[in-house]
């Protein structure tokens, strides 16, 4: 979840790497770097004398009294190392070999002008032993962890307990009084009766489940996830995240959104194609990573908004009954997102994100590909009843 200002990413200097820390919130693993302004590192994953590492790299950035090593959790990561020579920032997560994991990303603003960013690592167990990570596909849940620390609270390391075992405590728990078909919209109200209206809407529109996936562990299951297209909007996707508490008193989490990275033009092609690329793949062609955002990445997605702009604007009908159904005690939502859809793209940065809504919470995205995000709370204990 982002919220960044046009100054924040245009404000000159060199980013400050200030803080880091790692710690651990249930399944994920989190490496928490504290910022002086917003910023977006090169992340990717390689092997160095067979063992596998993930390296977050911040080009041309400052680095102020961080830890040379970090250790790690026992779980995923062996420990966290950090180089600061040679112009930049680059902080090194030695894994352990053969454990499968996908990893995540996310910025969050901070008070003073400060940014986190925060990489998520958590196991993938359905997949099978590899060394080089396999990175979170579009569908799948962004997970949602407990604020990051902030200031002086920000240790080197913050161990949180592991979530309990038993189901009455915590956890996923499949509907009851009547089955449902799994996959389907009766499915998707029963797990997210705070979203029941807009999913009533997206239905009745003619968005149908094209795709859904479980994402369990042994005797216990964890998280959902559905892909809902219509034929009418072909460049159009809606993405839907069920993230049921991992631990007593919190809440139930759903996220709704409306996407348009189904844009199938040229420009998306190569900008889809350059985010897979591996970090020794991009230092063939590039001197750095910072040339690589530079060059490759940025005017492509300067490209992106414009595109995307384009089609939000044809589909503008389809967005504002999104944002009127998802937000309805919030009635300007709809003309907000439209409006800062229709400023012009600055050239001088790639894109920004805006808080439209805090209740629910509603993210406006135009970094790349553009989309409109809701999440929706609900505190009923045990997962959906």
Not at 19 to 44: F, I, Y
Not at 318 to 328: D, G, H, I, R, S
Request: charged fraction near 25%; glycine fraction near 8%.
């Amino acid at each position: 979840m982002v919220c960044l200002s046009q100054s924040a990413w245009g404000a000159g200097g060199s980013t400050e790497v200030r803080r880091l820390g790692l710690s651990k919130v249930g399944e994920n693993t989190l490496l928490t770097v504290v910022l002086d302004r917003a910023a977006e590192p090169m992340v990717s994953s390689r092997e160095v004398s067979g063992q596998p590492q993930v390296v977050v790299d911040f080009p041309r950035a400052r680095a102020m009294r961080l830890p040379t090593r970090l250790e790690g959790d026992e779980s995923l990561v062996r420990q966290v190392v950090t180089e600061t020579s040679g112009g930049g920032v680059r902080i090194v997560l030695d894994l352990f070999p053969e454990k499968p994991y996908a990893f995540w990303k996310q910025i969050r603003p901070g008070s003073g002008g400060q940014s986190f960013f925060i990489l998520g690592l958590k196991p993938d167990l359905k997949a099978r032993p590899l060394v080089e990570a396999r990175n979170v596909p579009p569908v799948q849940p962004e997970p949602v962890p407990a604020p990051p620390p902030s200031g002086e609270a920000l240790q080197e390391r913050e161990p949180v307990p592991e979530p309990p075992e038993s189901r009455e405590e915590g956890g996923y728990q499949e509907p009851q009084g009547g089955s449902v078909a799994s996959g389907s919209f009766a499915e998707l109200r029963r797990l997210m009766p705070t979203a029941a209206n807009l999913l009533q809407g997206l239905e009745t529109s003619g968005w149908t489940v094209a795709d859904s996936h479980r994402y369990d562990r042994p005797g216990r299951r964890f998280s959902r996830d559905f892909l809902l297209t219509n034929s009418r909007y072909p460049e159009l996707a809606v993405k839907i995240v069920y993230l049921p508490a991992n631990v007593p008193n919190t809440p139930n989490i759903g996220i709704v959104m409306l996407s348009t990275d189904r844009v199938n033009s040229e420009t998306a092609r190569q900008y889809q194609e350059l985010r897979q690329w591996s970090f020794s793949r991009i230092k063939q062609k590039y001197e750095d990573i910072g040339d690589f955002f530079e060059d490759a990445l940025k005017p492509l997605r300067v490209k992106l908004r414009e595109e995307t702009k384009t089609v939000t604007l044809k589909d503008a009908a389809v967005f504002q009954n999104f944002l009127k159904l998802a937000c309805p005690n919030h009635p300007q939502a709809a003309d907000q997102v439209m409006t800062h859809v229709r400023e012009k793209v600055n050239p001088r940065f790639e894109g920004v994100q805006y808080t439209i809504s805090e209740n629910p919470l509603l993210i406006l995205n135009m970094v790349d590909f553009l989309y409109v995000k809701a999440y929706f709370l609900d505190n009923r204990p045990g997962g959906a009843s």
